[in-house]
């Protein structure tokens, strides 16, 4: 990406605002373009001013964060968003998931892993608050069982593409996934690139769903290549 990444703040909370770009306007890479207070604000200012990530509060008047990124995610926007939530608001992300949000933050973060997941997104890539991840992500699976349909899907890919969405839904990074393979970090984003294509993925978001509901990682459980759940 050439240029700053273009961030719009939609947030009801004037304070999580100005505390945002009071950040990033000390950062060279990242520039915020504009600022909503609801969801319906933050639709808007997408389709007219473009960002490339929206930092999406979920609870705000009117229109929520769940249906605003439902809506920006449908349209022929390359926009992506980044959803702000807290631990407890479980029903709250799994309906930001299902309306194509490229990531979860809680809102207790610090702001600089805030901006880091602003820029991982922007490149391409999902991000998903550890804090988060297991939680989330199985109850969502677990919403959904279709381990046949799932299994068959699965066919499809190598050995070591399963191994690898084996490490992506475990919550392993690209250079995690490099390290444990033996392979370079390269190699690691080609076998993503292949799964994303074969899986019919939009990111990562949804080959850690897919991970989960083949059954390649349950729980509370670090699985490896060669483990079987």
């Known amino acids: 990406m050439s240029g700053p990444v273009r961030v719009l703040l939609a947030d009801d909370q004037q304070l999580i605002r100005t505390a945002l770009r009071m950040v990033m306007a000390d950062i060279d890479d990242v520039e915020v373009v504009g600022e909503a207070s609801t969801g319906a604000e933050a639709v808007r200012l997408t389709a007219e001013l473009a960002p490339d990530v929206v930092v999406m509060d979920i609870r705000m008047p009117g229109m929520d964060g769940i249906e605003a990124t439902r809506r920006i995610t449908a349209s022929a926007s390359v926009?992506?968003?980044?959803?702000?939530t807290t631990f407890d608001d479980d029903e709250y992300v799994y309906g930001a998931l299902?309306?194509?949000?490229?990531?979860?933050?809680?809102?207790d973060m610090a702001l600089d892993d805030i901006i880091g997941a602003v820029r991982v997104v922007a490149a391409g890539d999902a991000l998903i608050a550890p804090s988060v991840t297991r939680r989330l992500i199985h109850d969502f699976a677990s919403s959904r069982p279709e381990p046949d349909r799932v299994q068959r899907e699965l066919t499809g890919i190598t050995e070591r593409e399963r191994e690898v969405l084996t490490l992506v839904g475990s919550g392993l990074s690209n250079?995690?996934?490099?390290?444990?393979?033996?392979?370079?970090?390269?190699?690691?984003?080609?076998?993503?690139?292949?799964?994303?294509?074969k899986l019919d993925a939009r990111d990562r978001v949804q080959l850690v769903i897919l991970a989960y509901e083949a059954g390649l990682v349950s729980v509370g459980q670090e699985s490896r290549p060669g483990q079987r759940p």
């Open 79 to 84: 926009t992506r968003v980044v959803v702000l």
């Open 98 to 107: 299902r309306a194509g949000a490229s990531g979860f933050l809680v809102k």
């Open 175 to 197: 250079t995690e996934i490099a390290a444990e393979l033996h392979i370079s970090v390269a190699t690691a984003k080609t076998y993503l690139t292949r799964l994303f294509t």
